[in-house]
């Protein structure tokens, strides 16, 4: 079965840090998509990025980036030069394809992050 | 364009009532589901539904039961409230292939008394 762990739980940090959430996973599947949300205090759910287990290159957007290690099982997310409203929970989330989305997606507990100012 | 639309927003409901979380999408997704947030804790699959008429239990069904009559709306229906399912529920649609996930609800939060 699909697991996915986001072992920090909470992480605080000074605005313009840089900091990494990890995101570990668990799937039988040799294909599938890995994702990250951002909830911010508000409650909704933002989607952040999609990467199929295909494509291991990484990615930047801004100040956001991803290192995905298929060897490792990983899907870790930077913020570079963080910012007070880079506050929020994130989560990241598996799908696997032999589902074919149909059982949807398994999520981790979330890393509560905190940018003080 | 709305996307995923939720309602009510906020609830309060005592042990033994009942109710339904409304949802619909406006993007002709066949995928819909249902998810249940607790505090501290991911999300986790409630129900799901791969085209009107169609669906299926995830994890966490028990207490639920939904219906997919068209392919917009895919309403939650919550049996004999009890204060386990005190939480927020996220509604979710998406284009026949799995790569597309974008597209969440607001959320409602619904609280058990």
């Known amino acids: 079965a699909q697991k996915v762990t986001q072992a920090q739980t909470e992480i605080s940090v000074v605005e313009k840090e840089d900091v990494t959430l990890d995101c570990v996973y668990e799937?039988?599947?040799?294909?599938?998509?890995l994702f990250w949300y951002k909830q911010p205090p508000s409650g909704e759910l933002v989607f952040l990025i999609r990467?199929?287990?295909?494509?291991?290159q990484n990615e930047i957007s801004g100040r956001y980036s991803w290192n995905f290690q298929k060897s490792t099982s990983s899907f870790n997310f930077t913020i570079t030069a963080s910012q007070v409203v880079d506050s929020a929970v994130y989560f990241c989330?598996?799908?696997?394809?032999?589902?074919?989305?149909?059982?949807?997606?398994?999520f981790g507990k979330g890393t509560h992050l905190i940018i003080q100012p | 364009n709305a996307g995923v639309t939720q309602t009510p927003k906020f609830r309060i409901l005592k042990i033994g009532q009942s109710m339904t979380l409304q949802c619909t999408q406006d993007m002709n997704h066949n995928y819909m589901y249902w998810y249940r947030q607790d505090p501290g804790m991911g999300l986790k699959l409630i129900y799901y539904?791969?085209?009107?008429?169609?669906?299926d239990k995830g994890e966490v069904p028990n207490g639920y039961n939904v219906s997919r009559s068209t392919t917009e709306d895919f309403p939650l229906r919550l049996e004999l409230a009890a204060p386990s399912q005190t939480s927020v529920y996220f509604c979710?649609?998406?284009?026949?292939?799995?790569?597309?996930?974008?597209?969440f609800g607001q959320g409602t939060r619904l609280t058990v008394v």
């Open positions: 979710a649609s998406s284009r026949t292939e799995i790569s597309f996930w974008a597209f």
């Open positions: 539904s791969v085209g009107a008429g169609i669906t």
């Open positions: 799937t039988r599947d040799t294909t599938y998509y």
């Open positions: 989330a598996l799908s696997e394809v032999s589902g074919g989305g149909a059982d949807g997606l398994t």
């Open positions: 990467r199929n287990s295909f494509d291991e």
